[in-house]
């Protein structure tokens, strides 16, 4: 994968002009679809009123159209926490007083996942002093937050950005305390240390509300894919409705010897195989899915039929196995109505 930092320079100044000179956006054409896989492994999905994500990297202040970002991996960072507040509870940890330190130790770890960055950073500085033969430490109480909240040392400490497609971004996104999140349940907010990764999927209404453009990434949306392969359109289909999926693009699947496929499943320029009018899904292709558990059927480049039950449409790339070396993506529009 890329980086982009060689050209970093440049994208600053873009992003101080982004600053001077934000241009007004309608916000019911700039809604995203996102998918939140929380620390628990519990999958939430809907949608978000996000307009650019702002991120503060050791170079800069950077924003991001919502358009242009594929996927966020939250860190343990997080900006909106009382850093004070937090020095002032750990230095009440020195305290000769047990009560003292347990009081302190109880007001530490009852916080979010985002204090273990700002106790280890103490624990790295003068401030800090051993404590031996005590009950109530500061080492202690990071172990109780790590195990709280499922952290290991490889969790990472910043944000990383995928966009692009090709590009990563590594710096601290301002997304708040919690992240909101329109689902079909009503509006939730999700406590930001919560999340692990955040996937992001724009929506575009070219010819009204019924038609919508997403993109079906090789790298993230591949029916084999557990950790959220499926790309959640947020349509919801009634029985009997007629919906029209039509699909360009190419994908390389590493999984498939590095071949390069279209969403009708032809193979490095060949034609699709033929199916016999079955629809069953080919390698490479571009299917869907109508509720979690719903069958799978090829969509290819051109697919007008009617939803056989009710559900939650969901695309992806057809293939048995994922892997995260594929690339390329496939540009879709689902269009609901005749």
């Known amino acids: 994968m890329k980086k982009h930092f060689f050209f970093l320079s440049v994208l600053l100044c873009m992003s101080t002009l982004l600053f001077a000179q934000p241009k007004p956006t309608n916000r019911s054409n700039a809604k995203v679809q996102v998918s939140l896989r929380l620390r628990n492994g519990d999958l939430i999905s809907g949608a978000s009123n996000l307009l650019t994500i702002q991120v503060s990297t050791a170079y800069g202040a950077m924003a991001l159209p919502v358009e242009n970002v594929q996927e966020i991996q939250l860190g343990l960072n997080n900006p909106s926490l009382d850093r004070e507040a937090i020095e002032k509870w750990a230095d009440q940890m020195k305290m000769p007083d047990p009560e003292t330190q347990k009081t302190a130790f109880d007001a530490l770890t009852t916080l979010s996942a985002g204090a273990i960055v700002i106790l280890q950073d103490y624990m790295n500085s003068e401030a800090y002093v051993a404590m031996n033969n005590v009950e109530y430490t500061i080492p202690a109480a990071i172990n109780v937050l790590m195990a709280k909240y ?20 590594e710096g601290t996104c301002n997304l708040g305390e919690k992240i909101e999140v329109s689902t079909a349940y009503g509006l939730m907010a999700i406590p930001r240390n919560d999340v692990v990764t955040m996937t992001l999927t724009p929506i575009t209404h070219e010819s009204g509300p019924s038609s919508r453009q997403y993109a079906v990434m090789g790298n993230k949306n591949i029916s084999a894919n557990n950790e959220g392969g499926f790309l959640n359109t947020g349509i919801v289909l009634k029985p009997g409705q007629t919906f029209t999926i039509n699909a360009s693009g190419k994908v390389t699947l590493a999984s498939l010897s590095g071949n390069v496929y279209a969403a009708d499943g032809g193979i490095n320029g060949s ?35 009617k939803a056989t039950v009710g559900g939650t449409l969901y695309l992806a790339i057809y293939e048995t196995v994922f892997n995260a070396g594929n690339s390329g993506s496939y540009k879709v529009k689902v269009r609901v109505g005749n």
Do not use: Q
Request: charged content about 25%; proline content about 5%; aromatic content about 10%.
């Open 150 to 169: 499922g952290i290991d040392e490889k969790t990472a400490i910043n944000d990383i950005v995928k966009y692009d497609n090709d590009f990563v971004l």
């Open 271 to 305: 034609p699709a195989p033929d199916d016999g009018g079955t629809n069953a899904p080919t390698y490479g292709a571009l299917v869907f899915k109508i509720g979690e558990g719903g069958e799978l059927v090829k969509a290819g480049t051109s697919y007008k039929g």
